[in-house]
């Protein structure tokens, strides 16, 4: 006899949803039933199972989604609902892993995952229902390089993660964490940590000490609800990508403009009604996204100083095409994005056959 309904668990932003469905339910079916328990627009959501985005039209039985699933929902959130980027959050799972002895062939030798750690530098724990970070990680100290401990329900970062002093890569997206959660000195002495995300939290505010960070290729604090950021992200010279978008950010400070190797920008979905002069001195700056904004224009020397600006996104601002064909530059802009997406077409129609509509969305 076949289930009249299975129980489903949904991972959104730290929290478990539970939900009982027909297993003959499309994805768009359940996205429709997330929408009043999440505010998040059916077209923002993107549900994941098994490392696999379910396909809009398939059911759950033909998804080989069953009884006790965990589903992750990613999703931009807010105002602007469904219309920022979804991010690619990591989905490791700590998994259970033997090991041969090469010095005597055949012989498998059972490791404990401390072991493993510290072998290896890598430390995956995401989504792995944790509460808080487990004592054997901190035993690691110097020989970690990585921490993953995303989309858990982790209370606290505690000041010891100071110990891991080589860490490079360090991952706290979807835990829920507020201001308090997070001591700051510790991760502010992390002088080689070059990415860091924190999306998809509560924090209200960007602490002065990120500024300690010298290093950082990648800063990722979209999804919280900062008003503002600190004017110490200027030191950030090394900073190639800055992820902000669906925050209340009101306006950026002008040491933005320090952050002198800064490739990507994402300040969609805020509150800021213009962009500080300093923002050209960005040279390097190829993608900035400006989405659901209140922008109502750009520095009049944008296009001229950013010589490598090739992407722009202006959804859902008042700032028309026609005001922008007026700054000094627009036609060296307009070419290089042109190109781009040409190429992009290009690649979209070799690999899959068909013609991308959306691949010139910008305008």
Known sequence: MAESTIKLTIKFGGRSIPLSVSPDATTKDLKSLLQPITNVLP??????????????????KQSLVGDGAKIMLMASQGLHQGEGPVLKEASTRPISRTVVDKAKPGLVVDKNRADRWKATGVIALAQANLKEIPEEVWECGSAARVLDVSENFIREVPARISSFTSIHKLFLQGNGLSDESIQWEGIASLKRLMILSISHNN????????????????????????TSLPNEIGLLTQLEIFKANNNRITSLPESIGDCSVLMEVDLSANMISELPETVTKLRKLKTLELNNTGLTNLP????????????????????????????EGWSEFDERRRTKHQKQIDFRVVGSGQFDEGADKSW
């Open 203 to 226: 924090l209200s505010v960007l602490p002065s000490e990120v500024g300690s960070l010298t290093s950082l290729r990648q800063l990722d604090v979209a999804n919280n609800k900062l």
């Open 43 to 60: 077209r923002g959501q993107k549900l994941i199972f098994k490392g696999k985005v379910l396909g809009e039209t398939s059911t759950l």
């Open 300 to 327: 009049s020397v944008l296009f001229k100083m950013c010589l490598q600006l090739s992407t722009l996104g202006l959804h859902n601002t008042e700032i028309t095409v026609e005001s922008l064909r007026q700054l």
